[in-house]
């Protein structure tokens, strides 16, 4: 689910350890390296577009892109 779903659960706080959000932070910078060497802009980048799976991997949606 969304990534601000999770930094407010209780039920998520132990398994969100500094080290998953410093992974969460690294998968998610990459996502939209690429996207910007594509010449591509997530258009309204924030909590509500990052989601994240079960194994805990980020996942960048809800795109209202523009190229450059």
């Known amino acids: 689910g969304p990534i601000r779903r999770l930094l407010r659960s209780s039920e998520y706080s132990e398994a969100l350890n500094w080290r998953m959000r410093v992974r969460i932070a ?3 910078a990459v996502a939209l390296s690429f996207l910007h060497s594509r ?3 997530h258009g309204a980048f924030n909590s509500h577009c ?3 799976d079960q194994q ?3 996942h960048v949606g809800d795109f ?3 190229s450059f």
Do not use: W
């Open 26 to 28: 690294r998968q998610t």
């Open 39 to 41: 010449r591509l802009l």
């Open 50 to 52: 990052l989601f994240i």
């Open 56 to 58: 805990f991997n980020a």
């Open 64 to 66: 209202g892109l523009e």
